[in-house]
């Protein structure tokens, strides 16, 4: 047996596992089976001389905890944090821009309603106590339903008397938020249409959900413990996504790890007993102590493992483990800057942009996808990173990354072989309305479907999260109650993916909580 720990896949939180379980003295090796680390963190030549982020434009944020203790910035990582998180396009050509700055942005929300402008600083501040008391959530393993040890009730107990600490208001916020529809919860706070619709977006972020669905408000809430704002990070490392990918590996190679790319393993075998394999495509078996997966939890327990290996009751909760993609993916390399109307300041568009100005337009835009077809009117996440880091594109050109949702994984007419140049020209056709010029621009584009992104990025479903984050696949339920403490049925398998706790985006959370249980399992000789 050569290795203590297999890790199986290099995405950032396979990465960030391999970083803390090699300095904790295990010998550990991460297969890789794209031929470049980073999974989401990539960054990809799109053109000669224009480089975007494959996947992901905005980090998580990355928990500073991940950051502070694997030294990421000696090895690379450099964030570039634009002053404006979200500009917000209306078709009427007006625009609202939300700044990380409270002051400034209630100057933009006072040019369409006074009330809202008055009301914006309660609504930061509220959203920035409830995350605080939610945050400590983030970085702890979800307590045993069944089992719970004195560390889960300790740690619970915390969380308990940060709540109390809220004051009534915010108590009884959090409870009746976490449930609620977004849209509900943004008409209690706005009259503002366009800003309703903003803040709404991030709840449905990713899933397969409209504004109206029940249990959307848990993403603001969510969004908020990551980084204390209901509005979603705007930051990314200078060279792209790829550079939180590239730090990484750097890290978890100077700490003793092993990285091999192009590797894509096949299968994993007898991860109930002692000797634990995996087949790589092409044959090649490696041993090793204990395997852990940075693969989703369909792709570990529905495709790695054989199902024999499996209790039946476990293969059917997995197999009604909901991973339906709904976002699809164009990049394009610009000729210039695209400008678009009603904005006068370049500075604003160094954010992530949004399209979806009303509420009404998002749920349509959902709806789409409920009856199996893309939106004709998408809500589109956009951000063009060349802006705040002018070496991803040649002089004066630009490179633009745009999330397009709603794009479900399964089309009800035709295919996304047969359908993505008609996909990639509706979604040009919508930004021409508000950037007008803008296909005269393109020098080159990429289209990723929900379909690419299981095919290519192994991601279950094409789900950019490894799975739907509601209130029943989450938490202590993340994959699934009895299984969310990063063990598995089988005693020497692990995750460490965003199908774990607490979830997907760009944190490292899941890989540094699943490194701590697998390290102490090593420590009291389980494994
Ligand atoms: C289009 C898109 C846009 C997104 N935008 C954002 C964003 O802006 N901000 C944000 O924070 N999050 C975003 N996300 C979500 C984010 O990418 C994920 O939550 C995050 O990447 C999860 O990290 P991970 O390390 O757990 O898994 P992944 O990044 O999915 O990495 C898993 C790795 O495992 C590898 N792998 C899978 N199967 C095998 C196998 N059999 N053998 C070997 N290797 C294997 C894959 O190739 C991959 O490298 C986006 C996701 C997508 C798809």
Known sequence: ???????????????????????????????????????????????????????????????????????????????????????????????LCIYNDVGRTV?????????????????????SRIGRVLAPLLSMTPPS???????????????????????????????RWAPMAVADLVSEWFETELLRATVAARGIHGAFAGPWSAGTSLGLLWQAAMDGSAFGSASYPKGGMGGLGQALATAAKAAGAEIRTSARVAQISDAYGDNPKLMLEGGEEIGSRVVVSNADPRTTFLKLVDPIDLEPNFLLKMRNYRAPGVVAKLNLALDALPAFRGVDDTAKLSGRIHIGHEIDYLERAFDASKYGDFSSNPYLDINIPSLGDPSLAPAGKHVMS???????????????????????????????????????????????????????????????????????????????????????????????????????????????????EIARDFKERKV
């Open 402 to 516: 745009i999330h397009v949702q709603f794009a479900p994984y399964k089309l009800r007419q035709g295919d996304w072989t047969t359908r993505r140049d008609e996909f990639a020209s509706n979604v040009i056709d919508k930004l021409e309305a508000y950037a007008p010029g803008l296909r005269e621009m393109i020098v080159a584009s990429q289209v990723i479907t929900p379909l690419d992104l299981e095919q290519k990025y192994g991601l279950s479903g094409g789900h950019i999260h490894h799975g739907e984050q509601t209130l029943d696949q989450f938490f202590t339920f993340r994959p699934l109650i009895g299984w969310a403490q990063y063990r598995t049925p089988l005693k020497r398998l692990y995750l460490c993916g965003a199908g774990t706790h607490p979830g997907g985006g760009l944190t490292g959370l899941p890989g540094a909580n699943a490194a701590r």
């Open 107 to 127: 100057s933009e929300i006072d040019k369409f309603s006074k009330n809202d402008a008055k009301v914006y600083p309660e609504f930061v501040n509220s959203f």
């Open 145 to 175: 339903i069944d089992q719970p040890t004195k560390t889960d009730l300790w740690q619970l107990g915390k969380v308990g008397l940060a709540f109390r600490g809220l004051g009534k208001k915010d108590e009884y916020r959090l409870l």
């Open 1 to 95: 047996m050569t290795y203590d720990v297999i890790i199986v896949g290099g995405g950032h939180n396979g990465l960030v596992a391999a970083c803390y379980l090699a300095k904790s003295g295990l010998k550990t090796l991460v297969l890789e089976g794209r031929e470049v680390v980073g999974g989401g963190a990539v960054t990809e030549e799109l053109h000669p001389g224009f480089r975007c982020s494959g996947l992901d434009h905005a980090a998580g944020p990355v928990s500073s905890q991940v950051v502070a203790d694997l030294n990421l910035a000696r090895h690379g990582l450099e964030m570039i944090t634009p002053e404006a998180r979200v500009l917000a396009l209306s078709p009427d050509g007006k625009s």
